[in-house]
């Protein structure tokens, strides 16, 4: 079982860099893939990047490539997300998400912290 929690959110201007957080707690965090999704009101949630234990294999969704670095430190079992040249339809609620084994895309799978709130002013 792992347990996570992020931070980092807040309000940025457009144009503007925010690093997001995901602390997991649990000792068998090296073993999940990682990644972030996002859901804006009234959409679904969707995913924005993924990292394997290794970190020799990301992903990234086609939105935020370029843009988006993920990574992940096992010494102190965070997933950082940095976002750079943020746009306004970047404004989502962030959620970090750890799966077990081939990492799904689309759907709810794994486990889920309660996210952090990214604003972007045009």
């Known amino acids: 079982q792992v347990q996570l929690v992020e931070s980092g959110g807040g309000l940025v201007q457009a144009g503007g860099s925010l690093r997001l957080s995901c602390a997991a707690s649990g000792r068998t965090f090296s073993t999940y893939v990682m990644g972030w999704y996002r859901q804006a009101p009234g959409k679904e949630r969707e995913f924005v990047a993924a990292?394997?234990?290794?970190?020799?294999?990301?992903d990234y969704a086609d939105s935020v490539k370029g843009r988006v670095t993920i990574s992940r430190d096992h010494a102190k079992n965070t997933v950082p997300l940095k976002m750079s040249s943020l746009k306004p339809e970047d404004a989502a609620n962030y959620y970090c998400?750890?799966?077990?084994?081939?990492?799904?895309?689309?759907?709810?799978?794994?486990?889920w912290g309660q996210g952090t709130q990214v604003t972007v002013s045009s």
């Open positions: 990292i394997n234990w290794s970190g020799g294999s990301i």
């Open positions: 998400n750890a799966q077990l084994g081939v990492f799904k895309r689309v759907g709810y799978w794994g486990h």
